[in-house]
């Protein structure tokens, strides 16, 4: 199995999170980019969570893909590409790759070059004849797409993206991302992606304010990653985490709330942050299937399946370019 890495820019990484924190931080209401909340730590707290009780979506999600992958192979038809922004530990993509009738090529992208070189062992024992082609990189940005050819020879290419990732940005620029996505593609070419779907509040919020804390646990560790990287001196004890279903938006929100007033020290600047006061860290944006179709529709994809679990919890969405 080849696994041609892309070469990482260290140095321009640490600049890149240095220049997010700093102009999210002077933010009238203060934010932090939440891909930066899965570093090697808080991807492994992430996985703690997915084990949560209250925690439905990676085990509904699972449970769909179980239960009809041969159908989504069928449709993808055989010695297909499937390339996979934000693989992160590149699991989730496993039995699919194995329900598929001889794939040509694997082209997982992440942040992160350890968490690539660690799957590669993984991938290699399920399926040792698969060409793996590793890129390095934030799939938000076009130069990680750099070496990602737009034309294969034999099947389609498809771009998986479960774990309703796509949930993580704001309509506009989810609109914007799947028509990114489109255009690295050609027709007949496909997405794989899982949303979470809209439901009742309660079950919302027990997903994202978890009894053990674990969740509170992933947010802070953001706050770790600044004072390790950037040199910063935030107390994670005198901030609290919070998380909260926004019915207008349609989205879970999650923010660090400072319990007091206090002034933090990042790379040689200075913040205030009064009591009470948020920095808001993550969104996870819900939908109907309706209103995901019609988004892919506008993105340039046209539906050609949905599943979903019993409950009408989660949905995974098959489109293509026609």
């Not at 969570?49 to 009809?68: K, N, P, Q, V």
């Not at 690539?116 to 024992?125: E, F, H, K, M």
């Not at 660090?256 to 944006?285: M, W, Y």
């Amino acid at each position: 199995m080849n696994m041609a890495l892309s070469p990482a820019n260290e140095v321009s990484e640490t600049e890149f999170f240095r220049r997010d924190v700093i102009a999210g931080l002077r933010k009238e209401q203060k934010t932090l980019p939440c891909k930066y909340l899965y570093d090697k730590e808080g991807s492994r707290i992430f996985e703690q969570i997915c084990e949560l009780s209250d925690y439905y979506l990676t085990r509904t999600e699972a449970g769909i893909f179980r239960d009809h992958l041969p159908h989504m192979a069928k449709l993808i038809g055989p010695d297909s590409v499937i390339i996979e922004p934000g693989a992160g530990n590149c699991e989730k993509v496993e039995p699919l790759l194995q329900a598929l009738e001889e794939p040509r090529a694997y082209i997982p992208m992440d942040i992160s070059p350890e968490i690539l070189l660690a799957a590669r062992t993984r991938i290699r024992r399920q399926l040792p004849d698969l060409k793996v082609e590793a890129h390095v990189g934030d799939f938000t940005a076009p130069e990680a797409w750099q070496g990602v050819s737009r034309q294969s020879p034999g099947g389609r290419r498809v771009i998986f993206f479960p774990g309703s990732t796509i949930g993580n940005f704001d309509p506009e620029a989810a609109r914007q991302l799947l028509a990114d996505f489109a255009a690295h593609l050609s027709t007949k070419d496909g997405i794989l992606i899982g949303t979470d779907l809209v439901k009742d509040t309660v079950v919302l919020e027990r997903a994202y304010n978890d009894s053990e804390h674990v969740t509170a646990n992933f947010n802070k560790n953001l706050l770790t990653r600044i004072n390790s990287e950037l040199g910063g001196d935030f107390d994670l004890d005198a901030f609290a985490h919070r998380s909260f279903y926004h019915a207008l938006k349609q989205r879970v929100e999650m923010h660090l709330v400072s319990l007091k007033p206090q002034r933090v020290h990042i790379a040689g600047e200075c913040f205030d942050f009064a009591e009470g006061e948020t920095i808001h860290t993550e969104n996870s944006h819900k939908y109907t299937l309706e209103g995901f179709a019609e988004m892919l529709r506008e993105a340039g994809f046209t539906l050609v399946h949905q599943w979903t679990d019993g409950g009408g919890l989660y949905a995974i969405h098959y489109a293509e370019i026609r």
